[in-house]
């Protein structure tokens, strides 16, 4: 190789060089492009007499700037980020929506309120009654359109599921294509086809933006890509599609599948993490489902505990419990939903129903039983289930721990036959209720039932469902059974106690249709005999749970006191029913009608209670009796009024307001946590892309110097072959 040749040489190193500068300037922009680079080699020198003598040069590859670990990098922060990005765009359209005064709930529950007030201040007054109806209907458009919106919500987050595995599906069969391409290329030449393998890497990251993805290279240079723990989506040239499928456990909701030849496979929610898709399923399962039950448990406890509350009193047309016409529910609300696995057996198929406990417990009420063979006492707490046995009385009383307060030794109770009983803890006391905020699953292994609250994964189990139901009941609010069918072995079910509360929500249409039934009054009324010489007084009485079975009797109750024993003496208590004295924190139970007299004592038997006061002379009366000129009585339209401030909800721990200002308050601060996170993802992705650019970014100014580089070069050869010519001419000339 002579002058000539190694001068040509360096041309062609020059012009590739130029060219792969122009190459990398007009890609300055080009998303996921990569900067190239031309690798020069010296060619082999040949020996001569004088030792080696070079060759001149070649490009023996064109090398893209590419840095596997730093492009990870990127790919792991985008896929995070762009999570997060999904989380709180959904997140925000909550927080604003629940925290607006013309949409949240909070100013309607206070103008309700503000009706019952009116209508206990002037119970007669039509106009006061129609105004609380109209104000609860209010509030119950409120909650409608609450949920209304989350379920809007539920449907886009399902579009967007869809949308979004349509992407992935596309991106994956363009990395396929570009796989073959890649490996034909590669192999027909032996270099890499740089441009090819940027558009690939530019789809994985594109796909770690809807999902989060892993990659691997095989040795013909094609990705395999993975999903989850190790699911693929293209391996090779070849694609498994995924697909957004209704879900097993609640086809009302989509999940993610793959597509085999043998059919689609669910995946589960947490294997489908990063990118779009991971952050509308963890909205979706963390916020929205959260979000959804807390609303329906603020609608779905209003609506007990009113209607319990409700259920004591009577109407203006002088009805109470127990009356054809009276309607005890001022609200309709619906039962749990029960949704059966997709897998359940289908032979006998099994359907399993769910009730809300009703009316919601109270502290201080219990039900006393003894057995058909007169042999075994049983005492209930009706606030959780809590039962204590004895085979008298006295080893009952023995059982009751002291904290109850009860003295249970003077009570009768016929051997078949139940009574109720009211501790001290029970006049006065609120309702509430004990729902969560959360679904359950309810599972059958062939042995056990067990049935999981999703929110914190607490378990109880049993070999009889009625068993654990009656649990359940006491603990957590709601009740279960077997509908029809037979429950099979791997069976499971999906119970949702309050998440369609608030779209079912709704004023009693009978009620509201007449507002004369607002059961504003109490339905007894209490007397001081005026022939009395003592100065004792007796209290309005107030109706207990259980008031109206069995019925009140007609004639009333009256209490005549007895001097020389400090007496009373009730006439006309129904039969079978126990009177409960509480003084001082402590009930005892007494079979009547005679009891022992003490001043500001609580009186209570057959669901009502009231309290006599003052020094009573001998033959002093006291009666009780039905309310039958109540229409100016406000007493129960007090005490739902007073519902309001009472702790009514998770287990009396908070009133409709604050548990609701509690749901805000939860949204807006998951909003502002995924909102920091977000902005603190930012930065980590524009740190890891600063990192890859500052290796495969093209620079402007670089390529700049490269081009006068490799032009002075181009000119400097093209200059030898300049010289090499004239020096060709002169030896011509010289032989001539």
Known sequence: MGIVSTGITGLQVAQLGLLTTEHNIANASTPGFNRQRTIQVSNIATLSGAGFIGQGAHVSTIERMYDTFLSGQVNRAQTTSSELDAYYTQIKQIDNMLADPNAGVSPALQEFFQGVQQVSADPSQLPARQAMISSAQALVARYQGLEDRISQMYAGVNGQ????????????????????????????????????????????????????????????GSYNVYIGNGQQLVTG???????????????????????TASGSQELPESLVTGGTLGGLLSFRSGSLDRIANDLGRNAVSLALTFNAQHALGQDLLGQSIGNAGFVANFFTVSQP?????????????????????????????????????????????????????????????????????????????????????????????????????????????????????????????????????????????????????????????????????????????????????????????????????????????????????????????????DSAGNTLTLAGVPAGANISVAVGGTTTVYPGPTIPYTSTGTISFAGVSFEISGNLNNGDVFSLGNNTAGVSDGRNALALGQLQTQNTMSGKTASYQTAYAQLVSDAGNKSREIDVKGQAQSALLKQAKDARDSLSAVNLDEEAANLIRYQQAYQASAKMLDISSKLFDVLLAIHS
Do not use: H
Request: hydrophobic share 40%; charged share 10%.
């Open 161 to 220: 599921l869809t949308t979004a595995v349509a992407s992935i599906n596309s991106y994956s069969e363009q990395i396929a294509k570009l796989n073959e391409s890649i490996r034909n290329a590669g192999s027909s030449i032996n270099q890499p086809p740089n441009d090819l393998m940027d558009q690939r890497d530019q789809l994985v990251l594109e796909l770690n933006k809807l999902v989060r993805v892993t990659t691997t290279t095989n040795s013909d």
């Open 237 to 259: 040239t070849q694609v498994t599609k995924l697909t957004a499928l209704p879900s097993i456990a609640d086809p009302s909701r989509l999940a993610v599948g793959l597509q």
């Open 337 to 561: 939903t029960v949704i059966a696995n997709g897998n359940n057996s289908v032979v006998t198929p099994a359907t399993i129903s769910a009730a809300l406990v009703t009316p919601p417990p109270i502290d201080g009420s219990y039900t006393l039983d003894l057995n058909g063979a007169g042999t075994l006492y049983t005492l209930t707490r009706q606030s959780d289930g809590t039962a204590w046995n004895g085979a008298s009385l006295a080893a009952l009383q023995a059982a009751v721990p002291a904290s109850e307060g009860l003295a249970l030794t003077g009570a009768t109770v016929a051997a078949g036959a139940s009574t109720q009983v009211f501790g001290p803890a029970a006049i006065g006391a609120n309702y509430y209720t004990k729902l969560t905020g959360s679904d359950y699953r309810l599972d059958y292994d062939g042995t056990n039932y067990t049935i999981t609250r999703l929110s914190d994964n607490t378990q109880w189990s049993n070999a009889s469902l009625a068993t654990l139901s009656t649990t359940v009941a006491g603990s957590d609010g709601f009740s279960f059974s077997l509908a029809s069918g037979t429950v099979a072995s791997g069976d499971s079910f999906i119970i949702r106690p309050t998440r369609d509360a608030a779209r079912n929500i709704a004023v009693n249409p009978t009620l509201a249709a007449d507002a004369r039934l607002i059961a504003a009054a109490m339905p007894i009324r209490t007397a001081a005999a005026s022939a009395n010489t003592g100065t004792g007084s007796i209290s309005d009485g107030k109706s207990l749970p259980g008031f109206g079975a069995p019925a009140f009797p007609a004639g009333g109750v009256s209490l005549t006191y």
